[in-house]
């Protein structure tokens, strides 16, 4: 059953912003953990290692709205070093997808739906807007007091590439870095897989930047444990070099965050209003599978080079069977971003089954 989602498609960014969370989210009922938290992530004992990942979650409000449905995990959604302007609405879009959306299935482009249904898919495209940080600033250290027992709080960010060069891109990462660990955050978050930043190709895909980037950040950031969200990847051997040289510099990779394909309403016009924005990100039901062949496949490369990041699950996951897929697999910890939205007691479904 879909409930009423805690973001609301029909609504702008700013108004979900300044007005959300929405739904059974904004209610004051609150879900109480027993015991003590047992698992570790990332170095801060939680209840469950499930969570939200960056996307959902704008404010504060919003942070603290989950906490209380009893997700122990809440990334704050991905912030920039400074203000950056959100694509018009609408920026969620229910699809038309029957299965797997396999890599061949998204070449061949999908088609928009009128309505949400089960098994959920959506497409989403915001261009990742960004406050400037003397407003964000102040409501991620608000989101991060807002964590209870057993909880934790996770800020994403990601570099602007303004076609100033390479090393301006590298050392906006470092700004964005340091502006986030300033607000005292746990656990920080690197987003490089954003199709917006890097045009033809994902920055997560290019190692030598990917490695200047890392090295830059972890400089600014000291200790505070460092994830990277990362996209599909469909080349083996690049993700084996990719984990050789870059596992030793994170502490955790999250996986996946969109499929790409281009989006076109039933009667084969552009979806998404605008210049650029043909093709966007694909979440929900139909991504499962490539988020769950991403954590194995990072599993074992963990293994093989000896190594100790965390592998974070994320893609598919709407009922507490796909939690439990994603542990099987061998994540470290599960995230649910779409499933969530429209399901505020996914956590405690979970929870409930959990032995
Ligand atoms: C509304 C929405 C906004 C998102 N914004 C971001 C973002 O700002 N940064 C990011 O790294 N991922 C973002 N994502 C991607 C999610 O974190 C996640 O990787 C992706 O949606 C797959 O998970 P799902 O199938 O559970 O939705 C967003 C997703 C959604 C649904």
């Not at 062949?293 to 592998?311: G, H, T």
Request: aromatic share 8%; glycine share 10%; hydrophobic share 35%.
């Amino acid at each position: 059953m879909l409930h009423t989602p805690i973001y609301d498609p029909e609504k702008t960014f700013e108004e979900n912003y300044h007005e959300g969370p929405f739904g059974e989210y904004a209610d004051s009922e609150a879900y109480m953990n027993e015991g003590e938290p047992q698992t570790d992530f990332l170095g801060v004992k939680v209840y469950l290692p499930f969570g939200i990942p960056a996307g959902p979650l704008p404010t504060s409000n919003h942070v603290a709205a989950v906490f209380r449905k009893g997700y122990d995990i809440a990334v704050y959604k991905t912030v920039r070093s400074q203000a950056y302007e959100c694509h018009p609405k609408p920026n969620i879009v229910p699809l038309q997808i029957t299965g797997d959306l396999t890599l061949e299935k998204a070449d061949r482009g999908v088609t928009a739906s009128t309505k949400y249904t089960e098994p959920l898919a959506i497409t989403n495209s915001f261009g990742v807007p960004s406050f400037s940080p003397d407003v964000w600033q102040p409501d991620l250290e608000a989101a991060t007091q807002a964590a209870g027992h057993g909880q934790v709080v996770v800020g994403s960010f990601q570099g602007t590439n303004r076609g100033e060069g390479e090393d301006a891109f590298i050392k906006d990462h470092a700004i964005a870095a340091k502006l986030v660990k300033e607000t005292g955050v746990p656990v920080m978050e690197m987003n490089a897989s954003c199709p917006n930043e890097g045009s033809t190709n994902l920055l997560c895909f290019d190692t030598d930047r990917m490695e200047k980037i890392l090295t830059a950040v972890k400089n600014e950031i000291g200790d505070t444990p460092l994830i990277v969200k990362l996209a599909y990847f469909k080349d083996q051997n690049h993700l084996a070099d990719y984990v050789k040289r870059l596992g030793k510099l994170v502490d955790g990779f999250a996986t996946i965050n969109t499929i790409s394909a281009e989006i076109r309403d039933a009667s084969g016009k552009q979806a998404l209003p605008g210049e650029g924005r043909l093709r966007s990100g694909i979440c929900g039901a139909p991504i499962k599978w490539a988020g769950l062949e991403m954590v194995a496949r990072l599993k074992k490369l963990r293994e093989e080079n000896n190594m100790k990041f965390a592998v974070i699950g994320v893609g598919g996951v709407t009922k507490p069977e796909d939690y439990f897929e994603y542990m099987n697999a061998g994540a470290d910890a599960v995230m649910s971003a779409t499933g969530a939205m429209w399901n505020p007691f996914l956590a405690q479904e979970i929870k409930s089954q959990v032995k």
